[in-house]
């Protein structure tokens, strides 16, 4: 957006600008609709981990596959590619990020948090939770 409306101001003010013009309405409509795409994601996910913060239900997942991730990092979080059962979802693969020490290899039991009336909305608690 930021060159969009600067290539836009250059147009308008220097003479026979008009490329400026053009090549500056382009990039900030399409600044525009990036940004306005992004807020209306995020709106979406906040919306989702408020929902399974406030209405989830703890329970238990076997880890059937966990590969790590070792190049993605969030902090100090790990990344994992998952898949688990569980008694409300069945089987569901995603992608998560853990505390260092949380145990995920195959057959090993975790505590989740899940939202009932979506869950493939979960999260993997932390050790002791």
Known sequence: ??????????????????????????????????????????????????RRQAEGIRGIAVVEAAELKPHIRNGVLLTYDVTLRFEAAGRISSRVAVVPGTELVERAEVPILYDPMEPANFEILPPGS
């Open 1 to 50: 957006m930021p060159l969009g409306l600067t290539f836009l101001i250059v147009g308008l003010l220097v003479d026979d600008g008009r490329t400026f013009v053009v090549i500056g309405a382009i990039a900030l409509g399409i600044g525009l609709a990036s940004a306005i795409s992004f807020a209306s994601l995020l709106r979406r996910h906040r919306t989702r981990d408020a």
